[in-house]
């Protein structure tokens, strides 16, 4: 089992920037792919879109297009916790984020169906 528990969102203006981080806990050996994921409130019934991913081993690293040069996913091993970076914020960004883990390689990065561990979310809204 493992368990994630994100936290940092928060409300700010355009061009601003927030840090997410996802504190990851129990069988952190197990794990294949740490990854952000997004979901409005506008589309709740519409699929958590994929935002950046890292492997656990190797150096792979993947962004989604809207937030490529932008976001930046860091995993700090030490202390077991999932960074995301987001600069240059803009309202199309507001989402509840969400921190996932999967433990097998199954399917592509962005795809929430592989993914077995969730957390609860935290909100991120971009208004002026």
């Known amino acids: 089992q493992v368990q994630l528990v994100e936290s940092g969102g928060g409300s700010v203006q355009p061009g601003g920037s927030l840090r997410l981080s996802c504190a990851i806990s129990?069988?952190?050996?197990?794990?294949?792919?740490l990854s952000w994921f997004r979901q409005t409130l506008q589309a709740p019934d519409k699929e958590r879109e994929g935002v950046a991913s890292i492997w656990s081993r190797g150096a792979n690293i993947y962004y989604d297009d809207s937030v490529r040069g932008r976001f930046t996913i860091s995993r700090d091993n030490a202390k077991n916790i999932l960074y995301l970076q987001m600069d240059n914020l803009n309202p199309d960004d507001t989402a509840m984020y969400y921190c996932?883990?999967?433990?097998?390689?199954?399917?592509?990065?962005?795809?929430?169906?592989?993914?077995?561990?969730w957390g609860q979310g935290t909100q991120v809204t971009v208004s002026s």
């Open positions: 129990g069988d952190t050996a197990s794990i294949y792919t």
């Open positions: 996932a883990a999967r433990t097998v390689a199954a399917g592509t990065w962005f795809a929430p169906r592989g993914y077995q561990y």
